[in-house]
């Protein structure tokens, strides 16, 4: 979208509509002539990856909705009468259920991406912000599509997550109240989860109509985490990533065909298949597997206010992450100890997201108990989940920034076309140039 | 256009050009549209708030005949589990033993109860961490526990132990007879 346009009418017609609307102008600029840097990994295909999953999620969504009914006494059955009675409503409704966590998956996927090349540091940081907003619409589209099928997993989740919004001090009650339109989560709380449900996804489809439009002032940003230089450093976006991306998505589509035809619940939970029953709790109650980690974290501080900020923040501290990275160096691959540090944090992310499904008390090491620190036995997922989160919380708010005053960074290429990129570290005194100043 | 004609006039207020006019005119016209937006922004807000038959609802007798002595039934109020427990005399004293002890949410057994009435325990059945229903009978003092993240309450539903910041509800109630309640 910005830039120099490479857009030529051809025909008349397309003359006198670049004219009046030149939206044959902007499909061009952007996805057909629009410069990218000639490095791109494969990493960089999950953006496309993710614009699919929104439209594979949006169509199968707007069926479902001709089917489901938005009521306590309904809703139950009406999944399973999709399930079963609706022509192909098994296949829809799986593709739903199983698109919406490939869905997050690949955006888990895009994300560590971003932190490991530093694709949020400037001139990307609308870009990047603009991003935790769409993450934050899915959360909130993902945990109320899950309440909609009303078992017993939707209403005490929902139960629990609405409860959250309780621990706020003096107002916090009467938030919940309003959310609930009752007393207790019941059939205002579905009809208003369902419509909300089916409004944020085209919000979500607004905000990435932002997300590219920020991503095309700056354009990509790359595996070097270099800016690009001249046109040797580019290629234009078709057919070079159209037809990696296409590639990648194929890949991608297989593995989601292989969870929606051979293993379509696993990712669920079987008391989901029980209808809802307010009286009963569920004896485990666990959240769907993307939402782990943040789980973990609320629980391994043994307030419950503290919990629910601890968790909040945890996505918070993203949105002002381009401030604490004091680096000018992007991409970690000139950051041998940075490296280090990224890669204990996708394993923090990980073992919070093990420490979530499981129960505090359990012991992670099968030796039974060893002693109690503080409150709980330090042989116990809780303790890991304390351990874990602390650092997830140390990366983002000491390690970002500290890092980056006083580490020394690899000599980073001169330019992405440049010969040294292939071998960075012997790259010649010529290439050596101070990164600060490549921003 | 303006300046053209404020340079040949040095007084403002004969053309009608004075700027601190227009100035009000702009703000008055701001004003009246932000008020205009907030007055209609809260009926859309306040729609989400409990709805009148939902309201209408909030109240519900209970027979109490129907509960034998060391039993609890849990009954459905304003969409919540409602605990209704008959007390053993041993839960009691269990729970009256224990009103000095080391407490989060320190209440003596007396205030959870009516005066006179130490048998019936009626609390609304949800726990004050995030919601979940405990059960009765588990936890290490002798009342109820929570499975979602393992709260323990005591016998008076007090809390003793766990995430939750709060004793379980006492809801308003009244005993219409000696075997009759009414909750909300």
């Known amino acids: 979208m910005s830039g120099h346009s490479t857009y030529e009418p051809k025909t008349g017609f397309e003359r006198w509509l670049d004219m009046r609307l030149p939206l044959i102008r902007m499909a061009n600029d952007t996805m057909v002539s629009f410069p990218t840097p000639k490095n791109l990994n494969y990493w960089w295909t999950f953006g496309g990856i993710l614009a699919v999953m929104l439209g594979f999620q949006i169509v199968t969504g707007i069926i479902l909705a001709m089917h489901y009914v938005p009521h306590v006494d309904h809703a139950f059955a009406s999944v399973e009468r999709i399930m079963r009675d609706v022509n192909y409503g098994w296949l829809i409704r799986y593709m739903h259920a199983n698109g919406a966590s490939m869905f997050l998956l690949a955006v888990y996927i895009h994300m560590f991406r971003n932190l490991y090349y530093g694709s949020y540091k400037a001139p990307r940081e609308v870009l990047w912000i603009l991003g935790c907003v769409i993450y934050l619409l899915m959360m909130a589209t993902a945990f109320m599509g899950y309440v909609l099928p009303w078992g017993q997993m939707s209403f005490h989740g929902a139960v629990v997550i609405t409860n959250l919004i309780g621990a706020l001090p003096v107002i916090g009650d009467s938030i919940t109240t309003w959310l609930w339109g009752g007393f207790a989560v019941d059939n205002p709380t579905l009809n208003r989860f369902f419509s909300l449900h089916f409004l944020l996804p085209f919000m979500i489809a607004g905000v990435v109509g932002l997300h590219i439009w920020a991503l095309h002032v700056p354009g990509n940003n790359n595996p070097l985490g270099i800016n690009v230089k001249s046109k040797e450093d580019t290629v234009p976006f078709h057919p070079y990533y159209t037809v990696k991306d296409g590639f990648a998505i194929v890949l991608f589509l297989i593995l989601f065909a292989s969870f929606v035809f051979y293993n379509p619940n696993v990712l669920g939970h079987a008391d989901n298949y029980i209808p809802a029953n307010p009286l009963v709790t569920p004896a485990h109650i666990v959240p769907e597997w993307y939402f782990l980690p943040f789980y973990a974290i609320l629980r391994a501080v043994p307030n419950k206010l503290g919990g629910v900020i601890g968790m909040f923040g945890a996505i918070g501290v993203l949105f002002v992450l381009p401030w604490l990275d004091t680096s000018k160096v992007r991409s970690m691959r000139f950051r041998p100890t940075a490296r280090l540090y990224f890669f204990i944090f996708v394993l923090a992310c990980i073992v919070l997201g093990f420490c979530g499904a499981r129960l505090p008390d359990d012991p992670v090491v099968p030796i039974g108990s060893t002693f109690t620190l503080i409150d709980a036995d330090l042989n116990s997922f809780v303790w890991l989940s304390r351990v874990a989160a602390l650092y997830y919380f140390a990366y983002f708010l000491v390690i970002l920034p500290v890092l980056g005053l006083i580490e020394t960074p690899l000599p980073v290429p001169e330019s992405i076309s440049a010969p040294v990129l292939s071998h960075p570290a012997s790259a010649p005194a010529g290439a050596t140039a101070s990164p600060e100043k490549r921003g | ?184």
């Open chain 2, 1 to 184: 256009m303006a300046d053209t004609v404020v340079g040949d006039r040095p007084d403002p207020h004969v053309s009608g050009e004075d700027p601190s006019r227009r100035d009000f005119i702009h703000i008055a016209a701001g004003a009246a549209a932000v008020g205009a937006v907030a007055t209609l922004a809260w009926p859309f807000i306040d729609q989400m708030n409990p709805a009148g038959d939902t309201l209408a609802l909030a109240s519900i007798e209970f027979d109490l005949s129907k509960v034998a002595k060391g039993q609890q039934v849990t009954v459905k109020w304003r969409g919540k589990p409602l605990f209704v427990r008959s007390r053993t005399e041993k839960e009691i004293a269990a729970a009256v033993k224990d009103d000095h002890a080391d407490m989060r949410d320190p209440q003596a057994d007396a205030e959870r109860h009516k005066p006179g009435k130490a048998e019936w325990l009626i609390l609304i059945g949800t726990c004050t961490h995030l919601g979940c229903v405990p059960t009765f009978g588990g936890g290490e003092y002798g009342g109820w526990f929570c499975p979602c993240h393992g709260s323990v309450y005591d016998t008076s539903g007090r809390i003793r132990k766990g995430p939750a910041p709060k004793n379980l509800a006492v809801p308003d109630y009244a005993f219409l007879s000696d075997t009759k309640v009414k909750v909300g």
